[in-house]
Structure formats: C-alpha cells, structure tokens
C-alpha cells in the first residue's frame, strides 16, 4: 500500500513562491509515474504536473508551464513541485498522486483515474 504525504502548503502573496512535497512510501516502485493535481472549491480536480519515474520526463498543464516546476529524489521517494510568479487563480488544494501504470503519454497522465494513490493534500492560498 502506496502511502503519500503532501507538505509545504500555506498562503503566499501574488507573484510569490512555494515549494510542494509529496513523501511516499510503501510500495513506490510500483508506479512508472507520480503527479500532482489541484482542487479548488466548487471546481473539478485538474492536473498541474507530472513525472515519470525511469526517464525523468516532465509534463505541465499549461496554465502553469514556465511557472511551475517538477521534479523527484528516488534516493528519498520524495516528490517536489517548486511553484513561482503564483497568480490568485492557482490557490486550492495541492495532491500528489502516485499508482500510474501505462504509456506515459500526457493524455494519460493527466486523467486523474489513472492513478491509484492520492495523498490528503496540501493548502495553497495565494493572496494580498
């Protein structure tokens, strides 16, 4: 059983930053990939970024391309997701998900239903 700890939430002002982890344990290797997606109130979970495990490769939704950034420590199974320039608009709960089977292609990894493990999440407020 995948277990998945997010931290490093709070509340940040507009154009300024955060830095998300996901600890995971119990089982990591089992996935080719982990992402993080977010949840805002009243709103559908939507992807934000992901990570395969072998290569590295990272993929980003576009509203937060060359604002956001993935990345992992296999020695530590911990997962990152640096966040800069944050807008109003990116405030909601941060999940990291882990489980991932499959091609590795962005249509996949941004379906949330083909992750198996998701963590509690993680606050983000972004606001003056």
């Known amino acids: 059983q995948v277990q998945l700890v997010e931290s490093g939430g709070g509340l940040v002002q507009p154009g300024g930053s955060l830095r998300l982890s996901c600890a995971a344990s119990g089982g990591t290797s089992s996935t080719s990939a982990m992402g993080w997606f977010r949840q805002a109130p009243g709103k559908e979970r939507e992807f934000v970024a992901a990570?395969?495990?072998?290569?590295?490769?990272?993929y980003y939704a576009d509203s937060v391309k060359d604002r956001f950034s993935i990345s992992s420590d296999s020695a530590k199974n911990t997962m990152f997701l640096q966040m800069n320039s944050l807008k109003d608009e990116d405030t909601a709960v941060y999940l990291c998900a882990a489980g991932f089977w499959g091609p590795t292609v962005l249509g996949r990894l941004k379906t949330k239903i083909n992750y198996s493990y998701w963590g509690q999440g993680t606050q983000v407020t972004v606001s003056s």
């Open positions: 990570i395969t495990r072998s290569a590295g490769n990272t």
